[in-house]
Structure formats: C-alpha cells, structure tokens
C-alpha cells in the first residue's frame, strides 16, 4: 500500500527583494528544458520587481519558493496583433510598465515539478484576477505554450490543435489550464517566443474583467504600437586592382564608408577578403599561405580602421572578412563594427577546398546572431550560405536579415552564392545582402580574376518586390547597391503571406537543431 502524498501549507504572497534569488532557482527548475542563456538573471526580477512589486508573485512550501507569477500592466493597440514579448516587457526588465494602462499582462508563470498538482498555479492566476479587479483594469491577456502539440505536428495545423483543445477533445499540459483558470484563445502565433517544446507556437490568451467600470478609468496614455521599422543598407562592390601601400587602401575603404553615410545608410556591407588586396604591396615572391599570414598580422591595423569610421559615421559595418591567427592557425572572420566603437565577429564555418589548400584556413564553430538596435542579423561568410541548416538555425533565433560577404572568380561561383542566397531568403521569409569583389588582381594567382554584383533579396510573396529581388547593382564594375529594407512588414507577412513556411515546417518527420547553440550576441 503506497503512503498518501501530503498536501503542504501553500501561501500566496507578493515578493520582495530578499525572495529574488529563490524565484531565480524556482525560474529554473520549473523549465529545466530551456538553454542557458534564456534563463533571466536576478537582475532582471529585481528590474521587474522596481516596476510593479505589486504585480508579483509567489508561492511558497515547506519553507522554500514552489511557483512564481509575474505580472506588469500595459496598454495596447487591439489592431496590431504582432507585438512580440520583447516589445510588451521592454525586453523582460518591465521597463514598459504603464499605470494608467488598461491590461494586465501576464509575462511568466512557473511551479517546480515536484509541487505541480497542488492548484498553484490556479491559486497564483487568482491573484492576478484580484489584482485586474483591484485596478480596474479592463482585462487579462497572456500568451500560453502548447506543448503537448509535438504529439499531434504534422497531423494537424497548430490552430487545429488549439480548437480540439478548446473543444475538450484534446487536453494540452499547458492550454486547458488557461482555459480552466477563464481564459479564452484569441488567435495562434508562432515565434512570439523561444519554446521548443511547443514548437516556438504560442496562444494569445484574453480574459475579461466583468467589474470592469471604463467611466471610473481615464486612459491617459496613448496605446503601445509597434513603430515602423525600416534600416537602408549598403552594399559595396569592391573592385580588385594592384595598390601600392596601406594608405591606398585606406583611400578605397573611406571612399565607400563616406558614401554609405551621404545616402544614410544604416549598414553597410564589404565583400569577403577584400582585404586580399594587400597582397599587392607583398613581396611577389611570397607563397599564398606566406602572404595570408602576412595578411592576418594586418588585422589589429583593420580593426583600428573600421572601428574609427564606424563611429565616426554612426554605421554598422559588416567589413567583409579578414584572416585572423589564433593559436597559430588561420581563420577567415567577419567583423561586426557599431556607432558605439565595438567590434564582434563570425568565424567562416564551411571551409571551400581551394582554402584549404591554398590558404590552410580552419572552420569556425560558432553560429551567432547579432542583436543590434535598429535589427537582428546574421552573417554567413560566402561558402556558409550554400549550407542551409545555417540560415534556418539563424532565422529560428531571431534573425531578420543575413549580410554574406563573399568572394568568387567566375560566374558559375557567383551563381551558387546568388541562387543560395535567394533560396534562404525565400525559405525563411528573411532578407539577404550579398556584396562580393570585382575586377583583377593579376599579382596574386588566387585572386586573378573575381566576378561579383551586389544584390538584395526577399521572400516571394505579394508584399515584396517581383523576383524576390530588392535591388540588384550592375556586374563587375566599382559601385555600391542602396536599398531600403521594411522589417515591420517582414514580420507581419509571416504570418499573412500566402505560404508560411516557418508555421508549416514538418517537425515530426525533419528537425534542425544546433548541436552548439546558437549564440545571441546583444551589441552596444
């Protein structure tokens, strides 16, 4: 005969400063699934908890903090329906907090394993009800995972799955609590947030306040709209001719900078090893792993450069790429270069074999995704985006566009950049930039003759520019390409566009998982 579980003391009560570390540990425990770092740090509770200590949560048993509830109120625009969870928590540190908004939001909830059963999290959705009543707020909304969709993907559209739930015909972990706790569904999303276990699909849960007394209400703030999001980039077709010292190449870069900042452009781009044209004022009797060696020694002046004029101009720029020696070995790195002075950079990770050989470069090894200011990108240095998990890793972490730098010699190599390119972008209802090198280099055998035309690309779709194309520069000839990028409606077409291919994934014949994780690089 198995003993009866005992039934703890639960009490329900607000947070404060001290109970930070303990709904840190319980944060953790209550979705042991999630990586690293998308776990919040004290810090980021002790932000929330600064905003509105009124809105959180607690639950506690035998003497230790069981579940937690997190709460902020807001007021938003019922005709945008593509707010992320970023915009709604400024970011997760409640920054976006507004009392004299009319919704509570409810950012996070969570109860250890061993205490679910118990009707905490029902007991802690009570006190968000008290608390919308208590305010006079006009309702609840909330966003709800849907794990137990994973069983039935492929079967069934996420929407689908949602209405038999809704209907009681199928019970999710997740979903049939909200709705016993009098919640109802408003509509399905997809990549509103990370969450593997639902598939990166989500709810958005409303409940309404019946006390609600709008005469007893003024709003004074104006709702919460997502603000139209547009970056200009600039592509830069470097053009390869024989130079006789650093200044001249230095002459070159400022020419292109000064011109992406006239059109005021936010980003611009430079091909992969343009820098290659150094190799001009080596000594002609240098081998090519001498003379890319030679290069490499070169970076600390590079980096110097970019940074300078990064700042200067207000730019990012994506300076092509750049061998960089490191532990004695050789590796071809893109750099990131801000208006703040900083740099970051992306290690090429797929080798070509002339590289290889010529070169003797090594693959890098991690796949990142730069958060900046004014978007989300990736950067794939040539060979990378012939290589699709790539792209489709980098899209499922956030990013919006992806800047290639690359470098060919022929049109038949430039084709496979130009076409894979175009693929990732319409595959992954993303932007892609590519600049890469022109002109000939009759000093150096690797780099004899380059083929290259900017280019920007697009999803296929009716909110997009025909042939999937934004722009395209003439071919083989010293230019830059301009174009003005709409990431707002980037967004919106995900969702709307006549196919979605993110939501219509097949995740239960295929999958695509980054044995090292992606890493989301915040830039100053």
Same mark, same amino acid.
């Given at each position: ?379 794939? =240095? ?73 280019? =920007? ?68």
């Amino acid at each position: 005969m198995s003993a009866r579980r005992r039934k703890p003391r639960i009490t329900i009560r607000t947070w404060t400063p001290e109970d930070i570390p303990g709904v840190v540990a319980c944060h953790r425990a209550a979705y042991p699934e999630y990586p690293k770092n998308a776990y919040y740090t004290e810090r980021f509770y002790e932000m929330q908890y600064a905003a509105f200590p009124e809105g959180q949560f607690l639950a506690e048993a035998d003497g230790q903090i069981v579940g937690y509830a997190t709460s902020l109120i807001v007021q938003l625009d019922d005709d945008a329906h593509w707010y992320t969870y970023e915009e709604i928590t400024g970011g997760g540190t409640f920054s976006t907090h507004d009392p004299s908004g009319d919704t509570l939001y409810g950012a996070d909830i969570g109860v250890r394993p061993e205490y679910r059963r118990l009707g905490i999290s029902k007991m802690l959705y009570e006190k968000r009800v008290t608390l919308m009543k208590r305010y006079n707020l006009r309702r609840m909304i909330a966003y709800g995972r849907i794990p137990g969709y994973t069983e039935f993907a492929g079967k069934m559209t996420a929407e689908e799955y949602v209405q038999k739930v809704v209907s009681g015909e199928i019970a999710d972990p997740s979903l049939s609590a909200h709705l016993r706790a009098g919640y109802t569904v408003r509509r399905v999303l997809l990549d509103f947030l990370w969450d593997d276990s639902s598939l990166n699909y989500s709810t958005l849960l409303e409940m309404p306040n019946p006390n609600y007394q709008p005469e007893k209400r003024k709003i004074a703030a104006a709702p919460l709209q997502r603000v139209v999001r547009r970056i200009r980039v600039c592509a830069a077709q470097w053009f390869m001719r024989p130079i006789h010292s650093w200044d001249e190449f230095e002459q070159t870069v400022n020419f292109f900078v000064d011109t992406a900042n006239t059109y005021h452009s936010h980003f611009l781009l430079f091909p992969e090893l343009f820098t290659a044209q150094l190799f001009t004022i080596m000594p002609s009797d240098l081998d090519s792993r001498a003379a890319i060696r030679r290069l490499a020694a070169m970076t600390d002046r590079y980096i110097d450069l970019f940074s300078d004029l990064a700042e200067k101009h207000g730019l990012y720029i994506i300076a092509g790429s750049q061998p960089e020696l490191r532990d004695g070995e050789i590796y071809n790195v893109a750099y990131l270069f801000t208006p703040s002075g900083q740099y970051y950079s992306q290690d090429a990770l797929h080798i070509p074999p002339i590289e290889r050989t010529d070169f003797d470069i090594e693959p890098g090894e991690d796949i990142k995704v730069f958060d900046t200011p004014l978007a989300r990108i990736g950067i794939q =240095v040539g060979y990378d985006v012939e290589f699709p998990e790539v792209a489709r890793l980098q899209t499922l972490s956030g990013a919006e566009v992806i800047f290639i730098p690359y470098s060919t010699d022929e049109r038949k190599a430039f084709d496979r950049i130009r076409y894979t390119a175009q693929s990732r972008a319409v595959e992954n209802f993303i932007y892609t930039v590519i600049a890469g090198n022109v002109g000939n280099l009759p000093a150096s055998k690797n780099y004899l003759i380059n083929y290259g035309q900017a280019a =920007v690309f697009t999803p296929s779709d009716f909110a997009f520019p025909p042939a999937a194309t934004a722009g395209a520069s003439e071919a083989n000839v010293e230019t830059v390409l301009i174009t003005d990028l709409d990431l707002t409606s980037l967004v919106q077409q995900r969702d709307l566009a006549t196919v979605r291919h993110l939501y219509d994934r097949r995740s239960d014949l295929y999958d695509v998982r980054a044995k090292r994780s992606v890493k989301i690089v915040r830039t100053e």
